[in-house]
């Protein structure tokens, strides 16, 4: 300092002041902002993704929205529109969040949602959970991990942990936990332990599943092409393997409607129609008819042969074909209330009838058409030389062969049903 001339000095201090006033002036502006505790973010209960945050501040709106990124691209896609399209209903709109990975498997987002006036008086309170899966970002919903009757089951624990009578399985929101699922309606909450609902559990390793079967064989479907969907009631079977073997041959698919009673004999079997990427559906537990008034009947015969295809393949069906075709309001409801689709035929081959292969085949040919159901059964040998000769020849004649909900999502559900 001794060898500082005066203007060196003062050029110091001046420096030192401008320092010290721009750093009080922004403490003042800091500390003057009304908003600024919506600005800020608690990172403790955000244990995965990186924090976002948009803040707009206009005369008429302010909105301070917090919410993660994961680096995946179909999860951070989802949430930036979602967070874009959040109803901003009041003067002020406030949303911070919550999140965590679960199981080694799951993400776990809970946004917290405040609406405030402009004196900053809360408004209204709102909480969004949304669950998604690691590895292939899709959104989860309650169907992805929730099974079996698990709708009737909703309603009976809503009502008993929470006196709320649920109407709308649609409306529930949940959060996976270490030992539990935790379900919301609104402020509604119930609790279920994975011990004690390992059967409805779909979620990996909570539930009955022993394996989860990889599927190894995928075929691709042109929506432009025609397409047949060729279906087996009643097995498996000690036929059904070669019924695969065939279908593999030709690189062509089918839907396989099973009874439980024959799942339980044929694990194997059942094992290879998962890998083989055919579609396994159901047919009732031992073929007794659906079309019934007792509710439990209907659960037992469907639900009990979903267990044994789930602890087989880790896979469940979607589809229901009821025995002889026969269903009523009742299992309409019953299907609806838990995620199933019934599912028929427009064309029967009549094979259990006649166990005749050339006129099962004569029968198959003439009702082949664009969006056709056909209907066999996997239990006799003349189906199987029926089937060997009606492959070829619908291929020949520029049908795919494709599962049947490959079939209603490119050509519709021209069953009738």
């Known amino acids: 300092m001794q060898n500082m001339n005066n203007k060196q000095r003062y050029g110091i201090l001046i420096i030192i002041f401008l320092i010290a006033v721009g750093t009080g002036t922004l403490w003042l502006w800091k500390g003057n902002d009304p908003y600024q505790k919506y600005k800020e973010v608690d990172d403790d209960n955000k244990l995965i993704g990186e924090v976002q945050s948009i803040v707009t501040e206009s005369d008429e709106q302010k909105s301070f929205l917090h919410y993660p990124k994961f680096d995946q691209p179909d999860v951070d896609d989802y949430i930036e529109k979602w967070v874009q399209d959040l109803p901003k209903e009041s003067d002020i709109t406030y949303m911070d969040y919550e999140s965590n990975e679960i199981l080694d498997m799951y993400w776990n987002v809970t946004f917290h949602v405040q609406q405030l006036d402009a ?3 809360l408004i209204k309170t709102q909480d969004y959970n949304y669950t998604f899966h690691k590895d292939n970002g899709k959104r989860l919903s309650i169907n992805d991990i929730l099974r079996r009757d698990y709708g009737d089951m909703l309603k009976e ?4 942990q929470a006196e709320y009578n649920l109407t709308d399985i649609a409306k529930v929101h949940f959060t996976i936990g270490e030992d539990a699922l935790v379900c919301y309606v609104e402020d509604k909450q119930i609790t279920l332990p994975y011990d004690q609902f390992a059967k409805y559990m779909r979620i990996h390793g909570k539930g009955i599943a022993k394996t989860f079967t990889e599927t190894k064989r995928t075929l691709s479907v042109d929506p432009n092409k025609k397409m047949i969907a060729l279906t087996f009631d009643d097995g498996p079977s000690p036929y ?3 019924f695969l073997k065939l279908f593999e041959s030709y690189e062509a698919n089918a839907s396989f409607f099973m009874l439980g009673q024959n799942v339980i004999n044929y694990p194997e079997t059942v094992k290879h129609m998962a890998e083989g990427g055919f579609e396994i559906c159901n047919h009732s537990w031992d073929h007794q008819s659906i ?3 007792d509710r439990s009947m209907i659960k037992r015969e469907v639900f009990d042969t979903q267990d044994e295809i789930y602890r087989i ?3 469940e069906p979607t589809r229901i074909r009821p025995p002889y075709g026969a269903w009523n309001d009742l299992t309409q409801e019953t299907m609806n209330d838990n995620g199933m689709k019934i599912t028929l035929w427009n064309v029967d081959s009549e094979d259990w009838s006649n166990r005749d292969a050339s006129v099962t085949l004569r029968r198959a040919k003439a009702g082949a058409c664009d969006g056709a159901v056909i209907l066999f059964h996997d239990l006799y040998p003349s189906t199987l030389e029926a089937v ?6 619908l291929q020949k004649e520029g049908y795919q062969l494709v599962t049947v909900s490959e079939l209603f999502q490119y050509k519709g559900d021209l069953t009738g049903l």
């Open 240 to 242: 059904t393997e070669e």
């Open 388 to 393: 060997k000769q009606l492959i070829p020849y």
């Open 313 to 315: 393949t880790g896979k």
């Open 119 to 121: 004196d900053q008086n």
């Open 157 to 160: 624990q809503f009502q008993k």
């Open 291 to 293: 079309a019934s008034k």
